[in-house]
């Protein structure tokens, strides 16, 4: 295996880069689902009618894998009601009329951290997630075996067209940055942190380089401006040299591994007390008029985003929450900014266009684009026969789903799709056999 992993050059699109975030002001209300994270809704703490402020908690985070959730502004709530998710379920929000005050709640205190279980309790009450698009809640992945923990891997690639907001906490939230860092690697034995950017962010590099020449044990790794970059296993590999196996998690080979966001996240609450109630978001694509950074209110619908970006100069084809190669579509203008919401692209018609599918022609593009060299080809095959041992032998679950191969493919096959359903069938399966097992 050659050191560095097959992806692709795609265009980088960075048409916000040099432009500073701008925060939103006038916000008439936000909608917050009770779901923003891997793993269990929170249950709402609120009721209709109730008065809130900024820092209010509206909900709790239920069992060992669920998030807390607080209010983005102060007022009334108004609504408790369930709102339509992504992947086509549905979870209970909470409404929040703005007094236009965005006056802050008189528990927002800084925490006391002296020891590594107070700040534990510190990150799960901030209510960081992972903030680079997984929304895996942040104690959780701090709460394993910290004697595994030996390297702290920052993902600032940010490898994703479009998306420059994770290069703006690089640049803009230093201090926020360093404070975790600092206490992060005080209680917990961390040997050595990485933060990992790629070659393209220029004054993103400078100012981590500045920020780790004052910490120990602390480097910048720069590496090509190559798609998928920023995937967890093809970052561990590029930095360590580690190899996570299939099914295992980057502690198994000593690394935990945080997006930059989520890091000043942590920062920010440890300094000043206030969780996370705010996202800064890129604002991109074809429709939008004036695309830029937006700090926004958790909660803010889309169509409030768009009209603060100058409006929309056409209708969009598609929505995305994220990036043009791993995103997911909004299912409308209501759609609310989530806690890990990085980007949203409105693409026109020529930009979301997909082309017509036809016959694969053999020609092993797929394969030998794949960081890991999987076949989608023949797991497309598998597939469609059902065949879950082959499956299994063609290694899909290793798929991180980031459409290098549906991307690269020149009959345009949905393969990048099909490994998610391919997945998917393999996780039914397995549900089946341990049903009837008893387990």
């Known amino acids: 295996m050659s050191f560095f992993l097959k992806g692709l050059h795609v265009p980088h699109r960075k048409n916000t880069a040099d432009k500073p975030a701008v925060r939103m002001t006038d916000i008439k209300s936000v909608t917050i689902p009770m779901l923003m994270h891997i793993g269990a809704p929170s249950t709402p703490t609120v009721k209709v009618g109730d008065l809130v402020k900024v820092g209010t908690k509206i909900g709790e985070g239920a069992g060992g894998l669920s998030s807390e959730i607080y ?30 005050e965005m006056a802050v709640c008189e528990t927002v205190a800084v925490p006391t951290v002296t020891s590594r279980e107070e700040l534990l309790a510190a990150i799960k009450a901030s209510g960081v997630v992972g903030l680079g698009g997984a929304g895996f809640p942040t104690y959780v992945k701090w709460s394993a075996d910290p004697s595994k923990m030996e390297e702290l891997i920052i993902n600032g690639a940010e490898c994703e067209p479009y998306i420059t ?9 230093v201090d926020d940055m360093e404070t975790a860092i600092r206490i992060l690697t005080k209680y917990f034995p961390i040997k050595r942190t990485v ?6 962010k220029k004054s993103a590099i400078a100012s981590m380089q500045e920020m780790a020449s004052r910490l120990e044990n602390t480097e910048v790794k720069v590496l090509p ?6 995937g967890e296993k093809v970052l561990v590999y590029h ?21 930059c966001t989520t890091i000043a996240a942590i920062g920010s609450y440890l300094k000043t007390g206030m969780p996370l109630v705010e996202k800064c978001v890129t604002v991109d694509g074809g429709c939008v008029k004036n695309p830029q950074n937006v700090i926004a209110p958790i909660g803010t619908a889309l169509s409030d985003i768009f009209e603060f970006c100058g409006g929309l100069t056409a209708v969009p084809d598609k929505i995305l929450y994220g990036g043009p190669m791993m ?16 980007a ?5 018609p020529k930009e979301a266009w997909l082309p017509r599918t036809t016959a694969c022609i053999r020609c092993g593009a797929c394969t030998n684009t794949c960081p890991f060299g999987l076949a989608p080809a023949e797991i497309l095959l598998a597939y469609k ?16 789903l980031c459409g290098c191969c549906s991307y690269i493919c020149p009959a345009n096959r949905p393969l990048v799709q099909n490994n998610n359903l391919s997945k998917q069938l393999l996780r039914d399966e397995r549900a089946k056999e341990a049903a009837r097992n008893g387990k």
């Open 327 to 342: 995103g997911v579509t909004v299912p409308d203008m209501s759609s609310p900014v989530i806690k890990n919401t990085n």
């Open 344 to 348: 949203v692209i409105a693409l026109t």
């Open 71 to 100: 209010a983005s502004v102060s007022g009334k709530v108004t609504k408790i009601a369930d709102i339509r998710l992504t992947g086509g379920g549905t979870v209970p929000s909470v409404t929040i009329e703005s007094d236009g």
């Open 195 to 200: 933060i990992a950017i790629e070659s393209n």
């Open 239 to 259: 930095t360590t040299g580690k190899v996570i196996e299939t099914g295992k998690l980057p502690l198994d080979v000593g690394c935990v591994v945080c997006n």
């Open 225 to 230: 401006s190559v798609y998928p970059q920023g």
């Open 385 to 400: 026969k059902k065949d879950t041992e082959m499956l299994k032998k063609l290694s899909v679950d290793t798929c991180m």
């Open 165 to 173: 907001s994770d290069s703006l906490t690089m640049t803009d939230r």
